[in-house]
């Protein structure tokens, strides 16, 4: 195991990463911006350096900074967290080149599978069902012939990146042309990749992801799905695991396909794909994510498995200790993803002048916040994570009422009623809900 590893991110997930490493006797690094001078991940870190600015192209993007800390303290790997260089094959080739170990899978296979229209081609021969679509389109011209051949809707959707950008719905293949030039644009601002293809847009459909974890030895296992459907502008809200709609004789299908996947790129570490399910029994790849999701909580509590642990004792070499008849599913998880924000999406900031936690059994908050910090402009929303375990899903629907009931931010808006509106939803309650439920839910206001 290392004796020391560097966190190249902030706010929860770098909290999470570094509350792993104390207990299996880790040394920590923290690195921070001019913002986060007083995070909580900075405190806690066993050290802890400054790299940068507040913009994050000066500090958690600033690759040669990382690495020159990395370097100078001994750090034998980097954990990249998720989002900034979490899945950037050129970062995790610089740490190779360096000596420090990339706590992810190979330079080589997050190219290859972050690169959407490449993995779409690796998804179909393996077998996987993908749905109907095109490879790269190279003008609007283009865009709107291959709508009319496909049928609308559709959605265009950048190669790169990630979190909801570079990406349009198209209803009217008039409007391909438009949709086009501008997710491209948008992914040319966000990835530095313009590159987009399209794919068949499926309505009413389910977005369902399977938890990977590989090892360097050719050991590939799945930790059950996860229900990730309540999403607003592409960004996911809530999860919950198991997934409620998905049938008993559909599981291993889908589990296989994951793994005919991971097996075919080589995969090492955790790692996520994800699929649209319809309602039909039919399943289809949409993309992988080779990093932690931040919903990995939910498959931490339904199978006992400690994913960061586990991510870095992979990285290190160690073999997986389970064969996958030995993984059990019981049980039911949700998390919610508190954000400060206004009931309207619009990104919160300011001073947290009370904070009150919930806890009790099986209730987990995960997040850097503390009384009397200030949540700056510069980042992601999302303050932390608040989850919940119980034996039934309606247990579990109770018991995270119960908690966002609990939860009391003061100084900046969050976005706890709307969760609490998405729980009590007819809808969601059935377990049968779809990617627009939020739509629905935010229409009835």
């Given at each position: ?8 991110n ?12 104390k ?12 913002a986060?001078?007083d ?7 066993d ?8 913009r ?7 690759q ?8 100078e303290?001994?750090?034998?790997a980097?954990?990249?967290g ?6 950037n094959?050129g ?9 420090v170990?990339?706590v992810g ?10 690169n959407k ?5 690796i998804?179909?021969?393996?077998g996987?069902p993908?749905t109907p ?10 865009a709107?012939?291959?709508?009319e ?7 265009i959707?950048?190669?790169a ?13 008039a409007e391909a042309g438009?949709?086009?030039t ?13 590159n987009?293809?399209m794919?068949?847009f ?6 369902v992801?399977?938890?990977?974890l ?6 590939v ?19 919950e695991?198991?997934?409620?709609c ?17 097996r ?8 996520t794909i994800e ?8 399943y ?12 990995h909580p939910?498959t931490e ?33 949700i998390?919610?993803?508190?954000n400060s ?5 619009v990104?919160s900031?300011?001073k ?5 936690v919930p806890?009790g059994p ?13 949540v700056?402009?510069y ?6 994570k ?9 247990e579990a629907?109770?018991k995270m ?9 003061e100084g ?14 007819p ?9 627009d439920?939020?739509?629905?839910i935010l229409?009835?206001?």
């Amino acid at each position: 195991m290392f004796q020391k590893i560097l966190i190249a991110n902030r706010g929860e997930i770098a909290v999470r990463v570094i509350r792993a490493c104390k207990e299996m006797g880790v040394q920590t690094v923290a690195v921070f911006s001019t913002a986060d001078r007083d995070a909580l991940h900075v405190a806690l870190a066993d050290e802890s350096y400054c790299i940068g600015g507040p913009r994050p192209q000066d500090s958690y993007l600033n690759q040669d900074a990382i690495l020159t800390v990395a370097v100078e303290t001994g750090a034998s790997a980097i954990h990249p967290g998720y989002g900034f260089l979490s899945e950037n094959p050129g970062f995790a080739r610089a740490c190779e080149e360096c000596g420090v170990v990339f706590v992810g899978p190979s330079p080589e296979v997050i190219e290859q599978m972050g690169n959407k229209d490449n993995a779409r081609r690796i998804a179909r021969e393996s077998g996987v069902p993908v749905t109907p679509g095109c490879d790269l389109l190279s003008s609007p011209e283009q865009a709107v012939r291959e709508a009319e051949r496909i049928g609308c809707p559709v959605l265009i959707k950048a190669r790169a990146g990630g979190g909801g950008r570079g990406i349009r719905r198209v209803d009217d293949p008039a409007e391909a042309g438009r949709a086009f030039t501008e997710a491209s644009s948008e992914a040319q601002a966000s990835f530095g990749d313009g590159n987009c293809y399209m794919e068949k847009f499926v309505e009413h459909a389910h977005h369902v992801e399977v938890q990977l974890l590989c090892d360097s030895h050719g050991d590939v296992l799945t930790l059950g799905e996860r229900e990730c459907s309540v999403q607003r502008r592409n960004q996911k809200l809530l999860e919950e695991s198991p997934c409620p709609c998905l049938p008993d004789d559909v599981r291993p299908a889908l589990y296989e396909s994951a793994r005919a996947m991971a097996r075919a790129v080589g995969y090492t570490g955790v790692g996520t794909i994800e699929f649209l399910y319809t309602d039909d029994g039919h399943y289809y790849f949409m993309e992988m994510n080779t990093r932690l999701q931040v919903e990995h909580p939910v498959t931490e509590f339904v199978t006992g498995i400690d994913l960061v642990k586990w991510q870095l004792r992979v990285a290190a070499g160690a073999r997986l200790p389970m064969r996958q008849d030995e993984v059990h599913v019981t049980g039911h998880a949700i998390e919610c993803r508190i954000n400060s924000e206004t009931r309207e999406g619009v990104p919160s900031c300011g001073k947290v002048t009370m904070l009150h936690v919930p806890d009790g059994p099986w209730v987990r908050f995960d997040s850097a916040m503390y009384e009397g910090m200030n949540v700056p402009p510069y980042y992601d929303s999302m303050l932390g994570k608040l989850i919940v375990y119980a034996q039934t899903r309606e247990e579990a629907i109770r018991k995270m009422r119960s908690a966002l009931g609990e939860l009391a931010i003061e100084g900046i808006s969050d976005n706890s009623e709307l969760q609490l509106d998405i729980l009590n939803d007819p809808e969601f309650l059935s377990g049968t809900y779809h990617t627009d439920l939020m739509g629905h839910i935010l229409g009835k206001r």
